[in-house]
Each structure stands twice: as structure tokens, then as C-alpha cells.
């Protein structure tokens, strides 16, 4: 069964710049999760979708940060404009249940 | 207050030794507990669940305590191909939604 499958795996963009990155969950898994971990921070929590629906975006740091799960299948979330400090790592997972989570690879954005 | 903490470690032991991780987390109200590892540069990849009446699965056990709300990992018989970062992580739900917070990781480095 193919796993969580993230794109692209790296990103480097200027600051000022739009990034969209996307994840493809595990095939019929209704949850998905996004998160993003800074250098030197732990993994922080940014949505929940379950099926196209939003569920949770408390977690997403300001509107700058746009998500989208059209069709309820796979996700997007775009970074316009982008900061310096929005660089890390960012995982998708997924979740039959809403309880565990099986992460992407992750995308590592580096914002210059 | 980090609403899961973690000793950073690094734990550095030989190859057959005994480890244990504790973790702690803040809000009572959590409801599933989850050990993940970390390669270096890698995603998350779930261990175990961790339940109240504890559970095994080969060399590694996970234990919960909710009287005194920590949860703890044991790893027997330590391999090389164990040395990661060991991440405690706490879920609860609420509404619709589940939320979960991950600890900062404990590194664990097993020397020939």
C-alpha cells in the first residue's frame, strides 16, 4: 500500500515568493493532518481535515497560510507571502480513524 | 509549560543495554498516547500506541499512567538500528476534531 506522498521534497524561495505544497494521503483515509517543525522546535500542529472539511486550523500561524482539500482527496497548502521565518519542515499525514497518523517525508522549505 | 515534555537527552548506551524514556503531559483530558521514532531528516514513523493497560510489542514495551500523567517506553536488548529520536506524543479530541501535541523527541544514540 503506498504511503503518504508529499511534493515537492524541497523548496527554496525567495522571501515575498508563494510556495504551494501538496500532500496525497493513503488512499481512503479521511483525515489529514498538516504540520510544520522549525529548526530546533518540535512538530507544531497547523489543520485537521476530515474529508474536505476544515475540522481544526488553530494551529495555522496567520492568513498568510491558505489550505485546501478539494474533493477530499489531496491537499494543498499554499505560503503567500512567504517570510523568513516560515522555513522548516512540513509534514502531511493521514488517518483512517483520526487517532494514529501516518506522516509524508515532508517538505523542507527554505525561505531566503 | 511545554504541555508534553520529553528529556532531550542524548542517551547514549552500548549495544544490549536496557533504555527507558518517560514522558509527561499537562492536560488531563488527553485520550490516546503515541510513541513515534525519527530517523535523522526522515518523518515520523509510529512505534506504538500506548494504552492503559500497557503493551508490548517485541523488545519494546510502553506503559501509561493517567493518575500521574506521564507515559513511558522501555526498549530491551538495544540495536544499532535503534538510535533515533523517540517522540512521546498525546492526542485529544474535542467536537468533531482530534488534536495531537508531540515532545520535543529524546535522541537515543546505541554504541557498538
Request: hydrophobic letters at 15%; zero cysteines.
Given at each position: 500500500e503506498a504511503g503518504v506522498t508529499q511534493f515537492p521534497s524541497h523548496s527554496v524561495i525567495e522571501k515575498g515568493q508563494t510556495v504551494t505544497l501538496r500532500c496525497d494521503p493513503i488512499s481512503g483515509h479521511d483525515n489529514l493532518y498538516w504540520y510544520r517543525r522549525v529548526m530546533g522546535k518540535e512538530i507544531k500542529f497547523l489543520l485537521h481535515f476530515v474529508k474536505e472539511s476544515k475540522q481544526d486550523e488553530s494551529g495555522m500561524p496567520n492568513n498568510r497560510f491558505l489550505a485546501e482539500r478539494t474533493g477530499g482527496t489531496y491537499s494543498t497548502l499554499k505560503v503567500q507571502p512567504a517570510e523568513l521565518e516560515d522555513s522548516g519542515v512540513y509534514f502531511c499525514a493521514s488517518s483512517p480513524s483520526g487517532r494514529e497518523q501516518y506522516f509524508g517525508p515532508g517538505t523542507r522549505l527554505t525561505v531566503t | 509549560r511545554k504541555e508534553v515534555e520529553q528529556d532531550p537527552g542524548p542517551f547514549n548506551v552500548p549495544e544490549g543495554a536496557t533504555v527507558a524514556f518517560n514522558c509527561t503531559y499537562s492536560n488531563s483530558a488527553s485520550q490516546s498516547f503515541f510513541w513515534y521514532r525519527q530517523d535523522c531528516r526522515k518523518e515520523p514513523k509510529l512505534l506504538m500506541s500506548v494504552y492503559s493497560s500497557g503493551n508490548e510489542d517485541g523488545r519494546f514495551t510502553a506503559q501509561l499512567n493517567r493518575a500521574s500523567q506521564y507515559i513511558s517506553l522501555l526498549i530491551r536488548?538495544?540495536?544499532?538500528?535503534?538510535?533515533a529520536t523517540y517522540l512521546c506524543v498525546v492526542g485529544r479530541r474535542y467536537s468533531s476534531a482530534s488534536k495531537i501535541i508531540f515532545g520535543s523527541g529524546t535522541r537515543l544514540s546505541i554504541r557498538p
Open positions: - | 536488548d538495544s540495536k544499532l538500528s535503534d538510535s
